[in-house]
């Protein structure tokens, strides 16, 4: 099946989003052949946006009752998936914004306060630590070339510490880096402002098909 869109999030991030083993990921692909991610230059797997969206739809299937190669049979057939919905009626989670360049931070900052989400900014990596200790925040945005180059040790911070999803982004491929770091999913700069938003959505489980859910398999 052909694939659309560039890899995006790790299949340790697609894992926590859909509760789905890792191991069970890995299966899937082999055995199917259906949602095959791409492989970053270090050999670690990326999954698109859209191949998380296939995910949830074989998951919907398993859930009616369908055998998992049939669920992926029905994959293949399907013409067409759902558009993202807004964001409405839910809390306003906090998101940390840790960005080098004060225009990309302001055109961030009113994309996602459109949204209705809460920001903070920092323009520097020690203004991001002070909010990481502070701030009640609930994803962190880190540009990797914050401060020379500090943003992957704020990634590590914001997952070890405080334990929220982080968005890498740079304006150089990263990806490898951006997740050896703890990111859960790595952006190319210059942002595109719906692929941000549903990166946002996705990772706080606001996405209406995104939904925790305990699964056995």
Request: include cysteine; charge should be negative.
């Amino acid at each position: 099946m052909a694939q659309s869109a560039e890899g995006v999030y790790s299949i340790g991030a697609v894992s926590k989003m859909l509760g789905v083993p890792t191991q069970t990921l890995r299966s899937w692909e082999d055995r199917y052949g259906q949602i095959v991610p791409a492989r970053s230059p270090g050999g670690q797997r990326i999954y698109s946006r859209r191949q998380v969206d296939q995910l949830q739809f074989v998951l919907q299937e398993l859930d009616r009752g369908l055998q998992p190669a049939d669920a992926h049979r029905l994959l293949e057939e399907r013409e067409r998936y759902p558009r993202i919905p807004p964001v409405a009626n839910d809390p306003a989670p906090t998101i940390l914004l840790a960005e080098r360049d004060p225009y990309a931070a302001e055109f961030c900052e009113y994309l996602l306060q459109t949204e209705g989400y809460a920001t903070r900014q920092a323009l520097t990596a020690d203004a991001a630590r002070e909010s990481l200790d502070e701030d009640a925040l609930s994803l962190a945005i880190v540009d990797l070339l914050i401060s020379g180059g500090a943003g992957p040790g704020l990634c590590t911070q914001a997952r070890e510490q405080r334990l929220i999803p982080v968005i890498a982004v740079s304006a150089i491929e990263s990806g490898d880096l951006a997740f050896e770091s703890g990111a859960d999913a790595f952006l190319r700069k210059p942002l595109d402002s719906l692929q941000l938003l549903s990166t946002v959505r996705d990772l706080l489980g606001t996405s209406s098909f995104l939904r925790s859910r305990d699964r056995v398999y």
